[in-house]
DNA sequence: CTCAATCCCTACTGATTCAGTATGGTTTCT
DNA sequence: AGAAACCATACTGAATCAGTAGGGATTGAG
């Protein structure tokens, strides 16, 4: 249960797609530039979103990418799992639960359970339609339009 | 957010002490022996707990350690943030949150956050007292007394 | 057709963190 | 005196992370 820049970047990046459903595809360098993310860094997180099934891209000029699904069926959840693998315990678990020799008799490790859980349910429960929608009343309420208005 | 190591081994010993109430001080070895811990290992995290006042120790000959508090008021958020430091969200914090420029105007980080809360709220919600109980419960019911009754 | 834009994919690297070890010191019981 | 135990810091090998590099494949525009 570890969070890094890919979850925070792509998620950014996923958040910047729902805010333009419906209209064409968005290039990476777009998104790269309006969200500050390393452009080769994003490029990497795009490859692990689209074999996840949760981007399609057009490739090409005038290419980009849109999300495959509507934003309402896209959880955090998937977005994590896509880039940083099963949302699992890094404690009491695995080989360290083997070589422990307890088996299923530790006790801690319902604790580590339960927290994983807890974050999965958070996770599972929002998605990118409600994140876009807190992102666009930010952008109205601030007067620095970087989201949904073209900058220059 | 992150778990290493030190929360498990520093957990499984707190688990150990708790099930000692009231008996003399514990010796980091005899932890380190039953829980299949590092003995240097393991002095460094008691080292921390008792620096946040989670446990007493007895120095010289026949020392140890002990619960500083009833085993009911300690929680594992406690050993956690003894341990690890405050528990704290690793993305869209600190410097990168300066640095992107949103300020508090960013829809991922209310997301983090939440997954924050929700995991500081089972780890402190669970006491000392209660995996003690589970801890003893599974020890009974299997035929490895490892934690209860001294070895050999 | 040619070219630029864009996606696609793998490999590499410097920095950081982790897990564990090493070493030596201090205190206290026997 | 000596052993047992806690105290504290420094060091190291391995793994992971964040980001870069380089090239290849596909498509629209002129
Ligand atoms: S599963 Fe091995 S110590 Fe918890
Ligand atoms: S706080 Fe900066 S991107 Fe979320």
């Given at each position: 249960?570890?969070?890094?820049?890919?979850?925070?970047?792509?998620?950014?990046?996923?958040?910047?797609?729902?805010?333009?459903?419906?209209?064409?595809?968005?290039?990476?360098?777009?998104?790269?530039?309006?969200?500050?993310?390393?452009?080769?860094?994003?490029?990497?997180?795009?490859?692990?979103?689209?074999?996840?099934?949760?981007?399609?891209?057009?490739?090409?000029?005038?290419?980009?990418?849109?999300?495959?699904?509507?934003?309402?069926?896209?959880?955090?959840?998937?977005?994590?799992?896509?880039?940083?693998?099963?949302?699992?315990?890094?404690?009491?678990?695995?080989?360290?639960?083997?070589?422990c020799?307890?088996?299923?008799?530790?006790?801690?490790?319902?604790?580590?359970?339960?927290?994983?859980?807890?974050v999965?349910?958070?996770?599972?429960?929002?998605t990118?339609?409600?994140?876009?929608?807190?992102?666009?009343?930010?952008?109205?309420?601030?007067?620095?339009?970087?989201?949904?208005?073209?900058?220059?």
């Amino acid at each position: 249960m570890r969070l890094t820049a890919k979850s925070e970047y792509g998620l950014l990046a996923m958040i910047d797609l729902a805010c333009r459903e419906g209209a064409g595809p968005v290039s990476a360098r777009a998104i790269s530039e309006r969200q500050a993310i390393p452009a080769k860094f994003l490029e990497q997180l795009f490859v692990a979103l689209r074999q996840a099934g949760l981007v399609s891209a057009v490739r090409g000029a005038r290419g980009g990418f849109a999300l495959d699904r509507p934003a309402e069926t896209i959880t955090v959840l998937d977005v994590v799992e896509a880039l940083e693998g099963p949302l699992r315990t890094t404690v009491c678990d695995g080989e360290r639960a083997a070589a422990c020799g307890k088996g299923k008799a530790c006790a801690a490790a319902g604790v580590w359970e339960r927290a994983t859980s807890a974050v999965r349910t958070v996770f599972g429960a929002t998605t990118l339609a409600e994140l876009a929608d807190t992102q666009q009343e930010f952008e109205v309420s601030a007067d620095v339009p970087t989201e949904a208005a073209g900058g220059s």
